[in-house]
């Protein structure tokens, strides 16, 4: 079965678009926001497809944009390199390769340089809230978004 992946704003609608005929319908789904992000959906065009929900608060851009990181809070040292998957205005995703000592809430800085005319350096420290094996998740601390990423960020 073929499937899409759909935003969801804040106000809880999505606008799914069949990817056949490439019709649009915008759909209340807030009751599935703790439950069920896939839904199986049949467009009037007789497609029959599934819907992946994305409740995130902001877009998230896929990459393939390699950098490195440091802990710098605790103390503990360690770093390395990291090849980011996913940024968005608030948040990155990337993967380390073999052994780290990552670990949910210590505090990041991150180092890399966007894919754009400029190749714009970046440093963003970064809370980690996620670690599944070698897969990091982490929210930037600075919430104060800078204007070439959210010149990049844009879809």
Known sequence: MVSVKT???????????????KTAKK??????????HALNVKCRCGQIFTAHLDFR???RKQTRL????????PPAGGGG??????????????TVSGL???????????EFHLNDKKQTKLKKEAV????????????????????ALGFFLQP
């Open 7 to 21: 935003f969801v704003r804040h106000d809880n609608i999505a606008t799914i678009i069949c990817p056949t005929c």
């Open 27 to 36: 759909a209340a789904v807030g009751r599935y926001r703790h439950r069920k």
């Open 57 to 59: 608060r902001h877009y």
């Open 66 to 73: 390699p950098g490195t990181y440091a802990i710098i809070r």
């Open 81 to 94: 390199v990291v090849h980011i998957k996913n940024i968005s205005r608030s948040g990155i995703g990337f």
């Open 100 to 110: 780290h000592n990552i670990e949910k809430d210590q505090i990041l800085l991150l």
């Open 128 to 147: 980690v809230r996620s670690v599944r094996g070698n897969d990091i998740g982490c929210e930037f601390l600075d919430k104060e978004v800078e204007k």
